[in-house]
């Protein structure tokens, strides 16, 4: 029998129920005051940004969107309980995450909008690139927090990933040499029951995607993914461990996606709208705002302020990714290789000619 220490709980770790309320005897310390209206607030950005970057999609101005829509307290969460030298690695879906940590929203889309293959330094705001393909960034998370242990930093990697990507290889490769090594890696699973129309019973039968820690000799823990003081709490003290040498971590977040994987998938085609309806009364958003406003935290007056910034950020992010960028065919070989191979410079020259005789007809 695996030792109680990896074992993740048989509940999720829930710190307010889907009221609002405070949950009586709740394992796990709960965020301070200041901590929750923080939350609140970006929980608030957060859900303007996916309608906005959703209309932005309609109007032909992003590509895709892979919208995380009643996600959004485990975005939120994952970027607050980081520090500034502590690195992000997401996927496709966790662009609140990475607005999160101080990446300009516009910069954030271009890469959804099909400018470029990153709008942003990464160094720059330690934010690793947007990963499409599953799993593979978080062998690259663990890496990076190797890095940093043999340079005796404190950094502290969050590697995100969806309940999709632990059906793939480089997820136990990651967890494997992570345990190995003790990097300082929290796994970050969000688990919104499908990976694209695949649910999740037709993924594991594991009593819960944490256990799969166990079997790296890693712990792992469980936690209801929309509510924002159960994440604040565990994500952190995950960080905090990960950060005194207590090596990797395992969280399970249980959410939902309420809106299609993108918006080029049909949800309809595989769940019910009567499911759907089942996770709109454990919105996070909605949650958040109940405990705050019984805590007298929490006022119209706030509202309505917390409203105007968040739609602040939704009028910059219309105005960025309506203006039009015009295409630079040398672009398409800028930062592929540090320096460039000569097959790399041969395909260069071969579209600049192929161009400039287009322009000579």
Known sequence: MPSNDLLPSEQPVQLLDQTGSRVVGAAGDFPSDDAMLRAHEALVVGRRINEQAYALVRQGRLAVYPSSYGQEACEVAAALVMGDR?????TYRDVVSIIGRGVDPVETLTLLKGDWHCGYDPVEHRVAPQTTPLATQLIHAVGVAHAATLRGEDTVVMAMCGDGATSEGDFHEALNFAAVFKA????????????????????SVAPSLAHKGIGYGM??????????????SVLGAAVDSARSGGG????????????????ADDATRYRQDDEVEKWQDRDPLLRSEAYLRSRDLLTDERTSEIAAAAEAVATAMRDGLMVDVEPD????????YAAPTPQLREQQAFLADELSREEAR
């Not at 502590?86 to 997401?90: G, I, K, N, T, V």
């Not at 712990?219 to 604040?232: C, Q």
């Not at 990797?248 to 918006?263: D, I, W």
């Open 329 to 336: 065919h040398a672009d398409l070989f800028t930062h592929v």
């Open 184 to 203: 300082p890696v929290v796994f970050f699973v969000q688990n919104n029951e499908y990976a694209i129309s695949v649910p999740l019973a037709r993924q």
């Open 219 to 232: 712990p792992g823990e469980r936690v209801d993914g929309n509510d924002i003081a159960a994440l604040l």
């Open 248 to 263: 990797p971590q395992l969280v399970e977040a249980h959410t939902y996606r309420m809106q299609a994987h993108t918006n």
């Open 86 to 90: 502590d690195w992000l690695f997401p």
